[in-house]
C-alpha cells in the first residue's frame, strides 16, 4: 500500500557540485532508424561541431540527476554528443531544500501559476544567492576558459554573474514556459531576470516562452529529443512488458509473477527486482483489459488528479477500461519538493470517488533507486497502455508525449506549450482544447478506447513525427548550429 512519508525539512547542507556519469553512444546506430541520407547529414555536423569545439568542454549544470524530463534529455542528448567526439558533461548543484521551495516557486510562476503563493523578496534572493555562491566557486574552480556552459532552468540562473568573471561563454536554456505572459510569468521574470542580462544565449523549448526583452539574436528555439536505444525507449517484447507489470504489481493474470531481466543503458544486463508502490482496493489491473496511463513526476502542472476525476466521471464503465497514474516515488526527485504534497492531495481524491472508481483507478509510485529499472518499469507501462494521458494544464515540452509516440501509442493531451509542437490534432495524437474540461478530456480517451482502429493508426503517425523530428541527431544539429552563431557574436564583440 502507498503511503506519503512525513515532510523533510533538512537542516542547511552545503556539498560539493555532483558530476554525473554519461556512457558515450555511438549515434551509428541512429542509422536503422534515420536512414542512410539523414546520418550522412548528421555526420556532417558532427564532424564541423566537433574541429570547431575542439579542445573545449561543453559544461552542463542542472539540478536534478534523476527524475523529470531535464534529466532525461542531458542522458540523451550527452550520451550521443561524446558518441560524436564532443567533451560533454553534466554536473548538478547541490542546494538545501529551503532554496527548491524557492525555485519550486519560481518554476510554478514560469507556467503561469500561482504555485504557493510565497514571497519572492530580498530574504528569499538572499537565500538563492548564497546556495548558488557556493556552487559557483566550485564550478569555477573546474571551468576552464575555453569551455562552454550550458545552465539550465532558473535553478542556475543565479550562477550566471559568478561564471562571468572567468569570461567563459554561458548558454542558458530554459525548459519550462507558457505561451501567454500573465501577471504570475512576469512575477517569476523578475526575479530572475537581473541574473540573465549578460548570457551570450538563451535556449527555450519554444519561442513563445521567451520574454520580451531577450534579444531576437540571442534567442535559439530547440526541442528536447528521446533515446530510442535508452531504457526508457528500448523495444520490449510482448512478454516482457507483461513479466515486468506483473512482477511490480501492476498487472495480474493470475500466475505467480517471476523476476524479468533488461539491457541497461550501458548494456549490461539488470533485473527487475522492487515492486511499485500502489494504491489500489482490488487485484491490479488485468492484463487484457485496457490501459490508460499518465506517467508524471507529481507536480501541480500535470493536472493527475484532473485526469482522475476525469475518468472517473466521463470514461464509461463498458470499456472495461484501468487507469494507471505512476510518478516517481516522492523523495526520488531531489530538486521537486511539492510531490508529496501533490500525491497527497491525489490519495484524498482517490479514497473520495465511488467504490467502483477506485476499483478501476490505480496510483502508483516507481522507487527510483536504481534509474535503469525505474525507466524500464515507465517504458512497460507506456507500451502496454492503450491510450496515454498527458492532461498538463501548463507545459514546457512534454518528453512523456514523444516517448509514448515513438512507442506507437494514442496519446489524448492538452493543447498546452511543447505539447501542440509533437501533437497534430487527429493525426498523430489527440489534443484537449481546454485544459481544465474533463468532460472533454474524458470524450477524447471514451473515443480512442471505442475505435482501436483508429488508435492504432494514430499510433503509427505518431512514431513516425517522433522519429523525425525528435531523435537525438535532430537535437545535437539544433546544438551545433547554436554554437556557430555563439562563437560569432562573441568575435563580433
Ligand atoms: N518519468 C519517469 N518516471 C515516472 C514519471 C515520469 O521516469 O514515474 C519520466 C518520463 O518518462 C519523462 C520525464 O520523467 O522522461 C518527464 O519529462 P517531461 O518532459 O514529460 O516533464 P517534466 O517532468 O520535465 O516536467
Not at 556552459?149 to 569570461?167: C, K, M
Not at 470514461?315 to 531531489?334: F, I, K, Q, R
Not at 477524447?444 to 483508429?454: G, H, T, Y
Amino acid at each position: 500500500m502507498l503511503r506519503a512519508g512525513s515532510s523533510t525539512v533538512g537542516s542547511v547542507r552545503m556539498t560539493r557540485l555532483e558530476t554525473v556519469h554519461v556512457e558515450a553512444l555511438v549515434p551509428e546506430r541512429l542509422e536503422a532508424l534515420i536512414g542512410a541520407e539523414r546520418t550522412d547529414e548528421f555526420e556532417k555536423t558532427a564532424a564541423a561541431a566537433r574541429e570547431f569545439l575542439a579542445g573545449r568542454r561543453v559544461v552542463n549544470v542542472n539540478s536534478t540527476a534523476t527524475g523529470g524530463g531535464v534529466a532525461e534529455l542531458l542522458q540523451t542528448l550527452l550520451a550521443y554528443a561524446r558518441g560524436v567526439g564532443i567533451d560533454a558533461s553534466w554536473m548538478v548543484i547541490s542546494c538545501h531544500p529551503g532554496f527548491f521551495e524557492i525555485t519550486k516557486r519560481i518554476h510554478n510562476l514560469l507556467y503561469g501559476a500561482a504555485g504557493d503563493g510565497g514571497p519572492l523578496g530580498p530574504e528569499q534572493r538572499a537565500v538563492y544567492d548564497e546556495a548558488l555562491r557556493i556552487n559557483a566557486d566550485d564550478l569555477r574552480s573546474v571551468i576552464g576558459r575555453d569551455d562552454i556552459v550550458l545552465l539550465h532552468d532558473p535553478q542556475t540562473a543565479g550562477l550566471v554573474p559568478h561564471l562571468r568573471r572567468s569570461g567563459v561563454p554561458i548558454v542558458w536554456r530554459c525548459h519550462v514556459g507558457r505561451d501567454e505572459p500573465n501577471e504570475h510569468t512576469e512575477r517569476g521574470w523578475e526575479f530572475i531576470r537581473p541574473y540573465l542580462e549578460d548570457v551570450d544565449a538563451f535556449v527555450f523549448t519554444r519561442a513563445a516562452f521567451a520574454p520580451p526583452w531577450v534579444r531576437p539574436e540571442r534567442l535559439h528555439v530547440i526541442p528536447p529529443s528521446i533515446d530510442p536505444f535508452s531504457t526508457k525507449n528500448m523495444d520490449l517484447d510482448r512478454s516482457q512488458v507483461r513479466a515486468i507489470l506483473e512482477y511490480v504489481g501492476l498487472a495480474a493474470d493470475g500466475t505467480e509473477p517471476s523476476g524479468v531481466t533488461f539491457t541497461r543503458r550501458d548494456g549490461s544486463p539488470g533485473r527487475v527486482d522492487r515492486r511499485v508502490d500502489i494504491l489500489q482496493t482490488g487485484p491490479p489491473p488485468p492484463l487484457d483489459a485496457p490501459l490508460v496511463m499518465q506517467a508524471s513526476r507529481w507536480d501541480p502542472m500535470k493536472d493527475m488528479a484532473g485526469v482522475m476525476e476525469s475518468f472517473a466521471r466521463y470514461v464509461d464503465v463498458s470499456t472495461d477500461a484501468h487507469l494507471a497514474l505512476v510518478g516517481p516515488a516522492v523523495h526520488g526527485v531531489a530538486d521537486d519538493p511539492e510531490a508529496e504534497q501533490v500525491l497527497d492531495e491525489c490519495i484524498n481524491r482517490w479514497r473520495s470517488l465511488p467504490a467502483a472508481a477506485r476499483s478501476r483507478i490505480h496510483l502508483a509510485c516507481v522507487p527510483m533507486h536504481d534509474p535503469d529499472e525505474a525507466a524500464v518499469i515507465v517504458n512497460a507501462l507506456q507500451r502496454h497502455a492503450t491510450v496515454v494521458a498527458q492532461k498538463s494544464l501548463a507545459e514546457g515540452f512534454g518528453l512523456t508525449v514523444s516517448e509514448a509516440m515513438w512507442k506507437h501509442r494514442a496519446v489524448v493531451a492538452s493543447r498546452v506549450g511543447g505539447i501542440v509542437d509533437q501533437i497534430t490534432h487527429g493525426q498523430t495524437g489527440v489534443l484537449v482544447d481546454d485544459a481544465e474540461d474533463l468532460a472533454a478530456f474524458g470524450a477524447a480517451v471514451n473515443d480512442l478506447l471505442d475505435e482501436p482502429a483508429r488508435a492504432s493508426q494514430i499510433g503509427e503517425a505518431a512514431h513516425a513525427r517522433a522519429k523525425e523530428e525528435f531523435l537525438g541527431d535532430r537535437h545535437l544539429e539544433r546544438y551545433a548550429s547554436l554554437f556557430a552563431t555563439l562563437d560569432a557574436s562573441r568575435g563580433a564583440s
